[in-house]
């Protein structure tokens, strides 16, 4: 990213068709059509992540940030002319849409994709002081009619803290390289998630958003892969609360049909030359747990429960129910792709924005989905106004959010909707649909 703003650069999308899981592209070199073809190492189940070498990367990979690649060569004719999707007669979700990506891009003011370096920093103060007020607070009254408050307040806090590390590892903090992964290691370090392991994953979802097979999280598992489960670990991949206690789980496994620890610079998530980013973001893991430790030892492991560790299960509450209602429970089903019928537009376009009320402004915004995840490098204090521009451009491809109440209880609704009824997808076809299995407990035929 250096000095230059993205957008401007005329962004394209990635390739249709993966065999794997794109993970090896970078963003920190603007000439990319010096890029050399993919080098196919560790070939793996389905799911695996494939080992790949750009050309492009270099040892630095604080640098990086999860948008496509560039080049005309990578454009298919339908995404150049536009496909028939918005056109008259019945909405097709899964039909290509009949505008392209570079439509959305010029629609987006310009200023959108500017960040501000100070601003951002402002974010993290005003955070970062938050969580110890409350901290403080809590501790000076020490009364059970205050911790419960506490837990979800602070627990709030720890998801916006998440969410600062989440812009840091796109390169949306701001455009020094340095600034955002010294940043994005304090915040996430700070709550126990590995901040280069985590924001190589999650440029691979990025990429691969959309894709049965490819993409990273809450992906659907193929009707063969979801048979094989045993029926435990069925009820609790769709039974409330356990799915959304999942992430700390992924983060040392990832999900059913892939392989590898975001802890672990051998993973299959990772390349060669990522090795050294994902040991020193492992050691900064290791530091964190070590001082939570030494601090529950000193100050009494039950006030180190109810300061830390409770929150932090609220966070990953918060995670895991904001990043699976991006991508599931709309009233209306939605499309996965495979092979030809994927892009990285269509992809993109199956994500859904969220309203949470109050939580909106804390939470930096995150709600507002689908723009940050076709233009990951807008800021998230510009995602609602380049949302706004887009509108006319996406049409019906946009799914406009219910409002909520101050905070976000209409969101429980949907979630319970699609745990009864988005189970798997079929193994065959290049467009699919979430079916239900009906006998699974609680499910909805």
């Known amino acids: 990213m250096a000095s230059l703003v993205l957008s401007e650069c005329g962004i394209r999308p990635l390739p249709r068709i993966y065999t794997r899981p794109t993970t090896g592209f970078s963003s920190n070199n603007a000439n990319f059509s010096k890029f050399r073809p993919l080098q196919v190492s560790k070939a793996n189940n389905l799911g695996s992540s494939l080992k790949v070498s750009s050309g492009l990367r270099d040892k630095n990979w604080s640098v990086n940030v999860s948008v496509p690649l560039r080049g005309h060569s990578i454009l298919n004719e339908e995404e150049e002319k536009g496909g028939g999707g918005g056109g008259g007669g019945e909405f097709d979700p899964g039909a290509p849409p009949p505008f392209k990506l570079s439509d959305i891009r010029a629609a987006i003011p310009k200023h959108c994709w500017v960040k501000d370096p100070w601003r951002s920093m402002s974010y993290v103060v005003r955070d970062v002081a938050v969580v110890f007020g409350l901290a403080a607070v809590a501790a000076y009254f020490n009364n059970w009619a205050v911790w419960p408050l506490y837990w979800f307040a602070q627990g709030t806090m720890f998801w916006a803290l998440f969410v600062l590390g989440h812009d840091c590892g796109h390169g949306s903090f701001s455009n020094n390289p340095k600034l955002n992964s010294v940043a994005g290691h304090l915040l996430h370090s700070s709550i126990l998630v590995p901040y280069h392991g985590w924001r190589i994953s999650h440029r691979t979802h990025h990429q ?238």
Request: proline share 7%; with cysteine.
């Open 208 to 445: 691969n958003h959309g894709h049965v097979e490819n993409d990273e999280s809450w992906h659907p598992l193929p009707e063969k892969l979801y048979k094989t489960l045993d029926n435990v670990t069925r009820t609790v991949r769709f039974t409330l609360p356990f799915p959304m206690l999942a992430y700390p789980f992924y983060l040392w496994g990832r999900s059913p049909g892939k392989k590898g620890s975001h802890y672990h610079p051998d993973s299959d998530l990772f390349v060669p030359s990522e090795r050294e980013d994902v040991l020193t973001s492992t050691a900064c893991w290791t530091a964190m747990a070590a001082l939570l430790g030494y601090l529950s030892f000193q100050m009494g492991h039950l006030q180190m429960l109810k300061l830390y560790f409770i929150p932090y299960w609220i966070f990953v509450l918060w995670m895991d129910f904001v990043t699976y209602l991006h991508h599931h429970g709309h009233e209306d089903k939605l499309p996965w792709y495979r092979g030809k019928e994927w892009s990285y537009l269509r992809g993109g376009l199956t994500t859904l924005d969220r309203d949470y009320g109050w939580i909106n402004n804390i939470h930096h915004d995150i709600g507002t989905h689908v723009i940050h995840h076709l233009f990951p490098q807008i800021p998230h204090y510009h995602l609602i106004e380049a949302t706004e521009a887009a509108k006319p451009v996406l049409g019906k491809y946009y799914r406009e959010p219910k409002k909520s109440l101050p905070l976000p209880f209409h969101l429980l609704g949907a979630l319970i909707r699609s745990m009864k009824r988005d189970h798997y997808v079929s193994d065959t076809g290049d467009v699919v649909y979430y079916q239900a299995d009906p006998q699974l407990k609680g499910s909805e035929n």
